[in-house]
């Protein structure tokens, strides 16, 4: 006899059938394989007492201070301890019980264990414009597409084409010089109906560069400032075109300064909900969520939203993480944008083990080898 400890990552459903379970002992068993934790910030004391005996009656944990019992706060933030399997069960006890539980139990319902994605799809970048912050993006003309060739030859899935900075510190340019910076680049894809190969994202938030890219073949809208226009909302549905709704707390000039969060997921979150709902009643259902790196956010914002991605998966739209070569590098190991892919690569990788389904970066041929070697530890059974 011997025995294996296996990495709490490997892929239940291909575990259970090298034992030769059955389809149905697979899904019973699965729900119970891995374990889940959540935070509850502000909990009422006696939803908590309520919530602790009915986890411990169905063997999950509630973590809380320990005179949560003598109620002498009016709320306690608590970790709750659970499988799959206990999960469901203890949203069905709550959804019947006072002191706010109805609410816990919703989210709880809402939120599912990611299904991750066989392979992320790489989404490269290109700029039109002289001030990105990493000179390595900037193509114009006839040099954008030899690079869009190169980028598809090296794994891309998406091009995202931008003609305004959004570094921080940077300033806005009126639309008739963005749509006369991407004007060319955009002109040549649709002439070479590059489209067929590979799909185009438009970075920008202003209607009238993003309606002459869709009208040209491109796909996507990725709108750093979360579909805050009306009329860009309007552009969008009218061309059937995927979103990425990103957030950003103020605006590119503003951001960095001092941003503060009451709780930078809880934050997003509500922002999400918000968007999304204005995203369906100009009937855009197609939308892909980007909780915005380096747009507004303090050092320890980013790692958190980066190492808890996965929370935004109860909204059931795909993720988008971009972190490629960005300061929050530099604060961690000291190094110029030039020399920050490694660090970029260990902050998408760990992204998209959280469930991240499209990577925006300027390298791709090494996030192609990064992802594939990823994918292929992920396979790997016993």
Known sequence: MKLFRLDPGTDADRLLELVGSTKEGNRIMRDKMQCEFFYIKELRTPAANILKQDALS????????????????????????????????LAAKECVQPFGLKQVAQRLREHKPPRLAPFPSIMGVINANDDSFFAGSRFHGSEAVEKIAE????????????????????????????????????????????????????????????AYALERGFEMVNDITGLASDKVCEIAAANGAQVVLMHMQNNPLT?????????VIGD????????????????????????????????EDNLMLIKHLAHFHHFG?????????????????????????????????????EGA????????????????IQQALRETLI
């Open 58 to 89: 169905i063997g999950a944990e509630l973590a809380v201070e320990k005179d949560t019992i003598l109620c002498k706060d009016e709320t306690v933030d608590a970790v709750l301890i659970v499988n799959e399997k206990q999960r469901k069960i």
């Open 151 to 210: 980028m598809i030859e090296d794994g891309a899935e998406i091009i995202d084409i931008g003609g305004v900075s959004s570094r921080p510190g940077s300033l806005p340019v009126d639309e008739a010089e963005e749509l006369a910076r991407i004007k060319p680049i955009v002109d040549l894809i649709a002439s070479e109906k590059l489209y067929e190969r590979v799909r185009f994202s438009i970075d920008s938030y202003a209607p009238g560069p993003i």
């Open 255 to 263: 951001m960095q300064i001092n941003p503060e969060y009451a709780h």
């Open 317 to 353: 739209k795909p993720l988008l993480i971009g972190a490629s070569r960005k300061s929050m590098i530099d604060m961690i190991v000291p190094a110029p944008v030039e020399d920050r892919l490694p660090g970029t690569l260990a902050l998408h990788l760990k992204a998209v083990e």
């Open 357 to 372: 389904s499209i990577v925006r970066c300027h390298d791709v041929r090494e996030h192609y080898q990064a992802f594939k």
């Open 268 to 299: 997003i979150d509500t922002f999400f909900s918000e968007r999304l709902e204005k995203a369906a009643r100009y009937g855009i259902e197609d939308v892909v969520l980007d909780a915005g790196i380096g747009f507004g956010k303090l050092l």
